[in-house]
């Protein structure tokens, strides 16, 4: 099986400052590492996903994420947050074969707080 | 198509009661996921289908819980004699054939009193 680390469990930070939040896994299989965000009272909306080749992925505002297989970590970065940034962050893997992507395994969350 | 739907979005139920969720996944979605959150934590694996079929359950759905993909579109998922500890936001989840990206509803937040 797989798991995942958030070492962070809240993360504040000023306005236009970086921030990044971190997230090891462990597993005895190749893997599929994601990043997910909720908003309160929301479901999860995927930020980005490393499948397979660059090993730096980007999201459409601004995120990215670099995987490490040497040190089995993915961890987010943006060098300029917003405070609509503010939100809970969960890393997650899936089995990369053998499963589905859809078959994740979650690490506890990060909340970040965005203070003016 | 407007994405995985839950319903109902909150349920308040006495300890004891049997409740009952539903999702429609995405249309043409054909895998279907159950999650369940509870408060300060990530989601965590309850079970899923391929179709109709149940393929994988996770050791968390015990005898109480039971979920059904009758006819491969939409799922229920049943919970009978709540207790307290069954408290949570229950996420469902659907991919499609290429299996890139698992798209999540917005949940049925459960509260057992």
């Known amino acids: 099986a797989q798991s995942v680390t958030q070492l962070d469990s809240q993360v504040p930070v000023f306005e236009e400052a970086p921030v990044e939040l971190r997230c090891n896994y462990s597993s005895s299989v190749s893997v599929y590492l994601f990043w997910y965000v909720q908003y309160p009272n929301q479901g999860l909306q995927l930020l980005l996903k490393?499948?397979?080749?660059?090993?730096l992925v980007e999201s459409i505002n601004g995120f990215e994420a670099e995987f490490n297989k040497s040190q089995t970590s993915f961890h987010l970065r943006k060098p300029s947050v917003h405070i609509s940034d503010t939100a809970e962050y969960f890393c997650a893997v899936s089995a990369a074969r053998g499963s589905t992507l859809g078959r994740l395994y979650f690490g506890r969350g990060t909340q970040l707080t965005v203070w003016p | 198509d407007t994405g995985v739907s839950q319903d109902p979005r909150h349920k308040i139920t006495k300890r004891g009661q049997n409740v009952t969720f539903r999702c429609d996944p995405i249309?043409?979605?054909?895998?279907l996921y159950w999650y369940r959150q509870t408060l300060g934590q990530g989601p965590e694996f309850l079970t899923y289908f391929q179709n109709e079929a149940q393929l994988e359950k996770s050791r968390l759905l015990s005898d109480r819980f039971s979920a059904e993909r009758p006819k491969g579109s939409f799922s229920t998922l049943e919970i009978q004699r709540t207790e307290q500890g069954d408290s949570a936001m229950y996420l469902c989840a659907s991919t499609d054939d290429r299996d890139t990206e698992a798209f999540f509803g917005q949940g049925t937040r459960l509260t057992v009193v």
């Open positions: 249309s043409e979605h054909n895998r």
């Open positions: 490393y499948l397979s080749g660059s090993t």
